[in-house]
C-alpha cells in the first residue's frame, strides 16, 4: 500500500482527479449491481407466493401505484422490470470496467512518455555511463508491467472491493450469523494463502525484472555484434543463455498466474457447498420450499457475484504483489520526472549563440566522475572559417575535447565559449543547431537513403534542394545514380546493405543536409579508400571558407590543409601549428607522419 501511495503521488494532478472519478463511478456501480441481486429474491417469493404482495408494504404500494388489476400481470411487469434493471445495471458495469481498463493503461503509457522524455533530455554524459539495455528494459518491459500489472489490477481490485463490501452488508442485514460466518471463512481463506505465497511473489518479481534486463542485454549484444559472433562460433554459447533466461522467465510468470487463480477451485466448493448446507438446514428448520427458495436464491445471486469478485480482488492483488517491483526499478527515475517540466535546465530560457568571430576555451579541465582528468588546462581558440585538426595518440583526450567543444559534455573546471557566450545547459540547444556532426561508426535507419541523409526529418517536409546539396558535396553522386530506386534505396537495417565507405558518405550528407557553420569529423573518413577520401577532403577543404572545420585525423594526410593541428598527449595539448610547422619542429609529431601515419582513435 506504501508503495501504491508513491506511486499515486507521482501522477499528475488531472490524473489523480480522473482516479477519483473512477472510484466514485465504481461505487455507483457496485450499487447498482447489490441491488440487482437484492431484487431477485422479492420477485421469486412473489412467483411463488402472490400473497406476499399483501404483506410486504412496498410491494403493495408499487402494485396500487403501477394500477394492476391482478397478480399475475403484476408478476409479470415485475420480473420484466427487474429482468431490464439487471441489464443496464450490468451494461453499466461493463462500460465502467471498459473504462477503467482503458484508463489503467493509458495511465501506465503516460508514465512511459514521462520516463522517456526525462531519458532523451539527460546529457551526452548520463548516456556515455548508462548501459542502453538497461533504458530499454526499464521502457518497454518495467512500464509495461507497472501498466498492466499495477494501474490496472489495482483499479479493478477496488472496483471489485467495492461490490464484496456492499453484499456483505446487504447479507449481513439478511442474516448477520450467516453472512459473518461466511465471510470469516472465506477471508481466512484468502489471507492464508495470501500469507502462503507472499514470499513467492515478491522473489517472482525481482526475478522477472533480473531476466528481462538480462534477455534485453543479451539480443543487444546478439545483433549489434552479429558478425564478431558468426566469426567466434559463440551462438550455441548465447543461446544457451538466452534459453535460461526465458525459461526462468516463464516460470516466474506462470508461478505468479497460477497463485492468482488457485483460490478459486477452493473458495467455489466452500460457497456452494456452504449454500447447500443453509438450505437443509433452512429446509429442516421449516420444512416449507416456500421460505427456502427466495432466500437461497438470494445466496445463489450474491455468490455467483461475490466469487468472481473475491477471485479478481485476490489475483490482482497476487499481481500486484508481484509486479509492484518494477516500480522500484524505475521509482527514482519516475520521481525525477514530476518536476521535471518545471526543471530550470530544461525550462530555463534559451539564450541564442551567434557565431561570427570564434570559438574560446580558457583553462578547459574535465574528467569523468572525479576519476583521472582527461582533458588538463587546455586553451585555445578557433576562428570562424578556418579548418582545425586534432592529432594525438589513443587516450590523448581528442574525442572529449571535441564532445567538450561541441557541448556535449560540460567542462569539470574552465569554460568553452562562442563569440563571448559561454556554451552551457541554456546555451547547447541553439548551438547545437550550428554543429553538422560525422562519427566514426554512422548509425544507420532501416530506411531510405533520403530519409537517412534528412535524419528525424519528416518525409513531406524533406528539401530536395538541401539533400542534393548535401549529396553532392558528399560525393555520393555517381553512387546514387547507379542505384534503380535512387535516394529511395533502402540501406537494410544498421546499414548492412552498403560498403563501409558508402555509409560514411551518408553520415557526412547527413551533417551537410542542415547547412551548418560548423562541421566535425570524428575520424570520418577513416572507412574511405584512398582516392575516396582525397575527393570529399577536397570538397571539404573547398568548404573551409564558408564553414569551420574540425578534424580529429585517423590519417595525417587528411590535415594537411588545416590552418592549425593541435597535438595532444595525456589530456594537454603537447604543440600545434601547420602541418608544415609541426613537421619541422615536433618531434612526435614527425614520428606519427613518418613511422606511424594511422593514429588510433581517442
Known amino acids: 500500500m506504501k508503495k501504491l501511495f508513491e506511486l499515486f503521488n507521482i501522477l499528475t494532478p488531472s490524473q489523480k482527479r480522473l482516479i477519483v472519478g473512477v472510484q466514485v463511478a465504481v461505487v455507483v456501480v457496485s450499487l447498482i449491481e447489490v441491488a440487482g441481486v437484492a431484487s431477485v429474491a422479492p420477485f421469486l417469493a412473489v412467483a411463488l407466493n402472490p400473497s406476499v404482495i399483501e404483506q410486504n408494504q412496498a410491494l ?37 470496467m471498459l473504462a477503467m481498463t482503458f484508463f489503467g493503461l493509458f495511465l501506465g503509457e503516460s508514465l512511459a512518455s514521462r520516463l522517456y522524455g526525462f531519458y532523451i533530455k539527460q546529457n551526452y554524459l548520463f548516456h556515455t555511463k548508462t548501459n542502453s539495455s538497461l533504458l530499454t528494459t526499464r521502457l518497454a518491459q518495467e512500464c509495461s508491467r507497472l501498466t498492466y500489472g499495477v494501474f490496472a489490477p489495482a483499479l479493478q481490485l477496488n472496483a471489485k472491493l467495492f461490490i464484496v463490501v456492499v453484499l456483505s452488508l ?44 538480462q534477455r534485453y542485454k543479451l539480443m543487444n549484444e546478439t545483433f549489434g555484434g552479429i558478425k564478431v559472433l558468426k566469426l567466434t562460433g559463440e ?8 534459453t535460461k533466461f526465458s525459461k526462468l522467465l516463464a516460470r516466474a510468470n ?12 477452493v473458495v467455489e466448493a466452500v460457497v456452494f457447498g456452504g449454500g447447500i448446507i443453509v438450505a437443509l438446514f433452512y429446509l429442516l428448520d421449516s420444512g416449507s420450499f416456500d421460505e427456502i427458495i427466495p432466500l437461497l436464491s438470494l445466496y445463489v445471486m450474491a455468490g455467483y457475484k461475490l466469487i468472481p469478485a473475491l477471485q479478481q480482488i485476490f489475483s490482482s492483488a497476487s499481481l500486484i504483489r508481484s509486479e509492484i517491483n518494477a516500480f522500484d526499478v524505475i521509482k527514482e527515475d519516475l520521481l525525477k520526472t514530476v ?40 586553451g585555445f581558440s578557433i576562428k570562424k572559417n578556418t579548418m ?38 541554456n546555451t547547447f540547444k541553439s548551438w547545437s543547431r550550428h554543429i553538422g556532426y560525422v562519427p566514426q561508426d554512422i548509425f544507420l535507419l532501416d530506411s531510405s537513403i533520403k530519409s537517412n541523409i534528412a535524419f528525424g526529418i519528416p518525409e513531406e517536409q524533406i528539401s530536395n534542394e538541401q539533400l542534393n546539396n548535401a549529396i553532392y558535396l558528399a560525393n555520393l553522386e555517381n553512387y546514387i545514380a547507379e542505384l534503380p530506386a535512387g535516394v529511395e534505396t533502402l540501406v537494410g537495417e544498421r546499414g548492412v546493405q552498403m560498403s563501409g565507405g558508402q555509409k560514411q558518405r551518408i553520415g557526412i550528407a547527413r551533417a551537410l543536409y542542415h547547412n551548418p557553420s560548423v562541421l566535425v569529423l570524428d575520424e570520418a573518413t577513416s572507412a574511405l579508400d584512398g582516392v575516396t577520401e582525397s575527393n570529399i577532403m577536397s570538397a571539404i577543404s573547398k568548404l573551409a571558407s564558408k564553414l569551420t572545420i574540425i578534424l580529429i585525423a585517423h590519417r595525417l594526410t587528411t590535415i594537411k590543409d588545416c590552418d592549425c593541428i593541435f597535438l595532444l598527449e595525456k589530456g594537454k595539448i603537447l604543440d600545434r601549428g601547420t602541418y608544415e610547422e609541426l613537421i619541422e619542429h615536433s618531434e612526435q609529431f614527425r614520428r606519427m607522419a613518418d613511422v606511424a601515419p594511422n593514429v588510433g582513435s581517442a
Not at 69 to 79: A, L
Not at 343 to 372: G, M
Open 60 to 96: 403493495q404500494f408499487a402494485y396500487q401505484f403501477g394500477g394492476f388489476n391482478s397478480t399475475r400481470n403484476f408478476t409479470i411487469s415485475f420480473g420484466i422490470a427487474i429482468a431490464i434493471f439487471i441489464f443496464i445495471g450490468n451494461l453499466i458495469s461493463l462500460l465502467t
Open 170 to 213: 446487504m447479507l449481513i442485514a439478511l442474516n448477520p450469523l450467516i453472512a459473518v460466518t461466511m465471510a470469516g471463512v472465506l477471508g481466512v481463506i484468502y489471507l492464508v494463502l495470501y500469507v502462503l505465497v507472499r514470499g513467492v511473489l515478491v522473489k517472482n518479481g525481482r526475478t522477472i525484472s533480473l531476466k528481462h534486463q
Open 235 to 242: 551462438e550455441i554459447k548465447y543461446k544457451t543463455n538466452f
Open 254 to 265: 506462470a508461478t505468479t498466474m497460477v497463485i492468482g487463480l488457485a483460490p478459486k477451485y
Open 339 to 378: 518536476n521535471m517540466e518545471e526543471s530550470s535546465v530544461h525550462n530555463a530560457p534559451n539564450t541564442s549563440v551567434q557565431f561570427n568571430n570564434e570559438i574560446r576555451l580558457s583553462d578547459v579541465e574535465f574528467s569523468y566522475d572525479c576519476n583521472q582528468v582527461v582533458v588538463k588546462q587546455v
Open 388 to 425: 582545425v585538426g586534432f592529432v594525438g595518440s589513443t587516450g590523448s583526450g581528442k574525442t572529449t575535447l571535441v564532445d567538450i567543444i561541441m557541448g556535449l559534455l560540460q567542462p569539470t573546471n574552465g569554460s568553452v565559449s562562442v563569440d563571448g557566450t559561454e556554451i552551457t545547459d
